[in-house]
């Protein structure tokens, strides 16, 4: 049992090192992430040093990689903006799968094969890989532009397209025309919608409050673990009910993703997904079959070039008639000409239906292996060779702009300082994205029309998937001394660039952010002190010239003191007691006679003592 338990580690230490030595290889080499895990897998698998024998276990598990990858995109796609793109996803998405299905059709009747296989072939080929894509896309940064939009709608319709296909698949099986009356497939397609159904009312009604209460309970990690339930639970259910494992997640995502917890749960995914992401890519790698490769390479390799030639021309010229332009449309094309994932689904269940047989299955599966191995190296050289686009409008294509999180700014906290500090921006229409922690706080907000998302501004993956690394400006709201340091390093060090505006508690706190290298700093309580203290003066009757004149003398000493402060000076008594630091007759008493005494005064011009503790305050009399 021990021998077996090593055994099992080591293959799993064997599976790491190979990502951990090859893809930052690879991306130094400037041929990206992707290949990486691919000659990973390919080096480790059974046709390589042979660690690993059944490539197709691990490929099982590494799935959820993709069906997290979808999780997310569906995060990112509010119910609002699916509709804005729908467009985009049912017009230039279905007329891109149409038109190249149709092509790769007739080229593989062309090669000879019959019409059922053919058309199970191109359409494996059609179904673009929305892992492969979507890593290119963020690694080339443009992922939220209006360009990379377009792909990731067609994308979209490409993975719901799955669906039917499996119905295809199904009534093209010789082997299910026998198996009983179509009744039965009825029930089956009213099975998938009733699963689907239930998948959105559970979304929609019930997932909000259990985070809620689980967000009550300051457990992160039972977040964590709740955020896997939901997308492992609606990956299962839609299983269950013969769909898409990926699509149940995508659904989920939707449903949440105008959720109080969108940018939570993203961030607790994201170290899930990125792992079993670059497992399933490392499980393609090893899926390839060098023998078979190597026997039959002229026509494979042939195969492969027409497939992908004939599918860049395709997605060539429907994004040309829809009014893209030559650089755009060529860039669509060379990032989207491979198979994908989904064809591995598909060729399994045709295989199993009995329309094609085991060593057809195994070629088409090495040449879609070999077409999202090419796929990297086709962007690279696309890269190089294509001439800088310039900065241009974008036609939308009857698209609403997307909603990106650029040029936004991201509040930290929304308590009483939080709320009153971004309420100019809200005036001011300013895209803003604001996160809170406490759920009777954000609760509290919606009622009054506040949009507040729940997260953790101390967490750095909860940073990122709340914008911070597009956000023009950051300010820290919160109310804790200790919290506003760790989120002003935290920020200082992942997004060195970005301004920072930070709540200071004290004197002592404002040098300290001062110091941190902030944009800008307030203390809580000082603006505010300072009107009520000035306004207390107009009550006993001083000029308005005369509390200008105080105030402008207070804030003129405090600044001085800051910036003793700053340089490492201690005002000592005497200078306190000197002709710069004295208290002058500021005030003219105009009230029966009364002047303010000296003590009064010189309380004006000291240290709040609501923001200092005495053993930290200055000496004063």
């Excluded at 000197?578 to 005030?587: C, D, E, Q, S």
Aim: charged residues 20%; aromatic residues 6%; glycine residues 10%.
């Amino acid at each position: 049992m021990a021998v077996d338990n090593a055994g099992e580690l080591g293959k799993v230490v064997v599976l790491l090192a190979a990502g951990v030595v090859a893809v930052p290889l690879f991306r130094r080499l400037g041929l990206g992430s992707v290949l990486g895990y691919l000659a990973a897998g390919l080096i480790i698998g059974p046709f390589g040093f042979g660690f690993f024998s059944e490539p197709q276990h691990i490929l099982h598990v590494a799935e959820l990689g993709v069906v997290m990858f979808l999780f997310v995109i569906g995060l990112e796609m509010q119910p609002s903006r699916l509709w804005s793109l729908r467009k985009a996803i049912f017009g230039l998405g279905l007329a891109q799968v149409v038109a190249c299905g149709a092509l790769l059709t007739g080229l593989g009747i062309l090669f000879g094969l019959s019409a059922p296989v053919a058309f199970i072939a191109a359409m494996g080929f059609v179904l673009t890989s929305t892992a492969t894509v979507m890593q290119l896309m963020d690694e080339q940064g443009f992922t939220s532009t209006t360009r990379g939009q377009h792909i990731v709608s067609i994308l979209l319709l490409e993975d719901l397209a799955i669906v039917p296909l499996l119905a295809i698949v199904a009534a093209l099986s010789p082997e299910n025309s026998n198996n009983g009356p179509a009744v039965s497939r009825w029930v089956t397609v009213g099975i998938a919608l009733a699963a689907l159904a239930g998948l959105i009312a559970v979304s929609k009604w019930v997932l909000n409050p259990m985070f809620r209460v689980l967000a009550n309970s300051k457990a992160r990690e039972v977040m964590t673990a709740a955020a896997l339930l939901v997308v492992l639970g609606a990956a299962l259910a839609m299983d269950w009910g013969g769909l898409s494992m990926a699509m149940g997640a995508f659904a989920a995502g939707v449903m949440l993703s105008e959720s109080t917890f969108r940018h939570q749960l993203e961030a607790d995914i994201e170290p899930f997904r990125g792992i079993l992401l670059g497992l399933f890519f490392m499980s393609v790698g090893m899926s390839l079959n060098i023998p078979l490769v190597l026997a039959d390479w002229p026509r494979i390799v042939a195969a492969v070039l027409a497939f992908m030639v004939l599918k860049a021309i395709g997605i060539y010229v429907v994004a040309r008639i829809a009014k893209a332009n030559h650089h755009d449309a060529l860039e669509r094309a060379g990032v989207m000409a491979q198979g994908g994932e989904f064809a591995f689904v598909l060729f399994s269940a045709a295989a199993a239906g009995g329309i094609i047989d085991a060593p057809m299955n195994a070629v088409l599966t090495a040449a879609i292996i070999i077409s999202m191995a090419l796929t990297p190296l086709i962007v690279i050289g696309m890269g190089r060779m294509l001439p800088k686009e310039e900065k241009a409008p974008e036609s939308m294509e009857g698209i609403d702009e997307p909603q990106d999180v650029s040029g936004t700014v991201l509040v930290i906290g929304f308590g009483r300082f939080g709320q009153i500090a971004s309420l100019s921006l809200l005036a001011r229409g300013v895209d803003t994205i604001i996160i809170e922690r406490d759920t009777d706080m954000i609760r509290s907000a919606l009622r009054f029309g506040f949009k507040l998302y729940y997260g953790d501004g101390t967490r750095a993956d909860v940073l990122h998937a709340s914008g911070a690394g597009k956000a023009k400006a950051i300010m820290v709201c919160v109310d804790d001394k200790e919290t506003i340091n760790h989120v002003v390093d935290l920020i200082k060090r992942e997004y060195p660039l970005t301004p920072i505006l930070a709540r200071a508690f004290d004197r002592q706190h404002a040098a300290e952010l001062i110091k941190k290298g902030v944009a800008f700093q307030l203390r809580e309580t000082f603006e505010s002190a300072l009107a009520f203290g000035a306004e207390a003066l107009r009550e006993l009757g001083v000029a308005d010239a005369d509390v200008r004149e105080v105030t402008k003398t207070v804030r003129r000493r405090d600044a001085e003191r800051l910036q003793a402060e700053l340089s490492g000076r201690r005002l000592d008594e005497q200078t306190l007691q000197g002709n710069r630091w004295a208290p002058t007759p500021l005030i003219k008493p105009q009230r029966e006679g009364k002047a303010l005494n000296e003590e009064a005064a010189q309380a004006i011009e000291g240290e709040e003592d609501d923001e200092q503790s005495p053993a930290a305050a200055e000496p004063a009399r």
